[in-house]
Every structure is written in structure tokens, then in C-alpha cells.
């Protein structure tokens, strides 16, 4: 991840299950699945996870992760995914969480304005925006 924001930013504070450190995605087509690789932290040490998504109605990618996710992936380029998840937990608490990933530590003006005005469309104030890769020093696994 480059940035995140989320309605309750206690999600993607440090030590939270959303601060994640995003490694690879994999897309099975034919199945209709996708692999999310990645690391959060726990009191400062890296630990990894995997979860799987399923594609279903208008793109949207289901997953069960700290409750039951909806993920929609808004603008993708080569180098950059923007997209955005809905968080609803265990009890039943709703979260909204915008989020920038990409390879390499840098982006240009013009995605991180895509990615600020997603924000702002999903009501996320600006100050619990986070920039995550200046805290990443997981393992990259190349």
C-alpha cells in the first residue's frame, strides 16, 4: 500500500488489521478468485497474511477478512491500483476504507488526486488519511 483512509480510523491505525503492506495479487479468471498476499503488523513485527476474493455482481470482489469485505477496484494502470472496500465486522460495524497500492514507493500527483477525491466522495476526512509505505519494512518477497 502507498495510502490508505477509512471512515474509522481505528482500523488502519498502527497494530490494525486494515494497515496492511500489500505483496502481490493474483487473478484466477476462470475461477473468478483472487489472492491478496500481504503483511500487516502486529506490536511491530511483521506477520503474513493471504486472503482469497471472489468476483461476483459488477466486479465487486467478496472477502472474509476482519468481517466480510466488498471490494471494488476503481482505476487500475500498469503501475497503480485505487480502489475501495466496505468493511461490515463481527459486530457489525461499517467501515469504509479507500485505498492507493502500487509498485515502487512513488506515484504521481495526478493518481494521488484520483485517490483524495475517491476520499472525499466516501465522506473519509481528509486527516485519517495515512501514508503506509513510510512505514513498511516488511519483507518484500520477491
Known sequence: MIYLAASNFD????????????????????????????????????TEKSVIGTAGQNNAISVDYEGNNDFQIVDITPNTMLGYDVNVDE???????VLLTGRGHHVDEETIEKFKELT???????????????????????
Open 11 to 46: 482500523k488502519i491505525n498502527e497494530n490494525s488489521p486494515f494497515r496492511g503492506y500489500l505483496r502481490h495479487v493474483n487473478v484466477d479468471i476462470a475461477r473468478r478468485k483472487i489472492l491478496f498476499n500481504f503483511f500487516i503488523k502486529v506490536d511491530g513485527q511483521c
Open 91 to 97: 459486530e457489525g460495524n461499517i467501515t469504509e476504507i
Open 120 to 142: 472525499r466522495q466516501k465522506n473519509i476526512p481528509e486527516e485519517n488519511i495515512v501514508k503506509v509505505i513510510d512505514t513498511d519494512n516488511c519483507p518484500i518477497n520477491e
